[in-house]
């Protein structure tokens, strides 16, 4: 395994700036693209945001956290990433978007390079097969907050290499994160597969009339140990992005119980999208 000091980052959402910020605090340069320097811009506030909570509380030095946020370094173009060592994708949940990323990453990045996605559904098989290295591609799925959440799965496509799997898996603990294996590629791989269901039948629970909103997270927060109850846990993912996930599943498994609430297509024609947009089945403004 040849040395891994810089990784690239593709896409400055929640996920991808999360992602940077730990890569850093590790000890890795970071190159991070989004085509929006707008986001670049907020991406690099929210990190300094959480570090400066961190120098607060007296974990974490002044200069630590000029240090860390020193080895980020944005861009809205690809060309930098002829220059790094491990790729970490992490743009908004679309095949087709996905591997156009891939396609182009292929033919920037060295040869060597490995391209991970932070997809949470997407099948990785199929982002390898956009590439001529599939062999060096594979799942590396990290959870929201990402400084916070303490996993990562990591996903073996059809042609992904033991190197590869092994690779990525040192990169996610040399992160301070422990990993599971997912080693089938199959839709949602293991959280995502058994929380879905969860949601689904929360969002049911409510548009059936059974309880509010309020009383179905109380319930599992209190009933179960959940630090958050599933309907919150949509409004704070996204409610589109809890659909897009429910609607892939309905399509790769061909099983009606998988096909997103009525309620939830709702929510997401009138633009209430969870935490994101100040509303969703909670108001947050
Ligand atoms: N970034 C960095 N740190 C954060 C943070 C963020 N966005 N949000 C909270 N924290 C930190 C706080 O600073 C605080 O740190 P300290 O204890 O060290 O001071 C700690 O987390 C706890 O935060 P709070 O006291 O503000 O609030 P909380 O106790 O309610 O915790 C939470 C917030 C961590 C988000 C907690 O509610 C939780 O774990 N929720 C469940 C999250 C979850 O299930 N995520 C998975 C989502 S599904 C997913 O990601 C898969 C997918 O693909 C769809």
Redesign the pocket.
């Known amino acids: 395994m040849s040395e891994i000091r810089k990784i690239g980052v593709v896409g400055a959402g929640a996920m991808g700036t999360?992602i940077a910020l730990v890569a850093a605090q590790s000890g890795y340069d970071v190159l991070l693209r989004d085509i929006e320097q707008g986001r670049l811009d907020s991406s690099l506030r929210n990190m300094d945001q959480?570090l400066q909570?961190s120098v607060a509380?007296g974990r974490l030095t002044d200069e630590d956290r000029r240090a860390t946020l020193a080895r980020v370094e944005t861009t809205t173009d690809l060309d930098g990433f002829a220059g790094v060592d491990f790729v970490i994708e992490a743009i908004f949940e679309d095949p087709e978007a996905k591997r156009a990323i891939f396609r182009e990453l292929d033919r920037i990045c060295r040869p060597e390079v490995i391209l991970a996605s932070n997809t949470?559904s997407i099948s990785i098989t199929d982002l390898g097969a956009a590439t001529s290295r599939p062999s060096r591609v594979c799942g590396m799925?990290f959870?929201?907050?990402v400084?916070?959440?303490k996993l990562v799965e990591v996903i073996r496509g059809y042609s992904t290499s033991s190197e590869t799997v092994a690779t990525a898996r040192a990169v996610a603990e040399a992160m301070g994160k422990t990993v599971v294996e997912v080693k089938k590629d199959s839709p949602g791989f293991i959280?995502?597969r058994i929380?879905m269901p969860l949601l689904i039948e929360a969002v049911r629970v409510v548009e059936e009339g059974i309880a509010s909103p309020e009383d179905v997270d109380k319930a599992v927060k209190l009933g179960l140990n959940h630090?958050?109850g599933p309907l919150e846990?949509i409004d704070?993912?996204g409610i589109d992005?809890?659909h897009n996930?429910m609607q892939y599943f309905w399509q790769e498994f061909n099983q009606p119980q998988y096909a997103p609430p009525q309620l939830l297509r709702t929510l997401v024609r009138a633009g209430r999208l969870g935490r994101k947009t100040g509303k969703g089945f909670y108001d947050y403004e």
Do not use: A
Request: net charge positive; with cysteine.
């Open positions: 999360g959480i909570r509380k949470s799925h959870f929201n907050p400084p916070v959440m959280v995502n929380l630090p958050m846990l704070f993912t992005v809890c996930v």
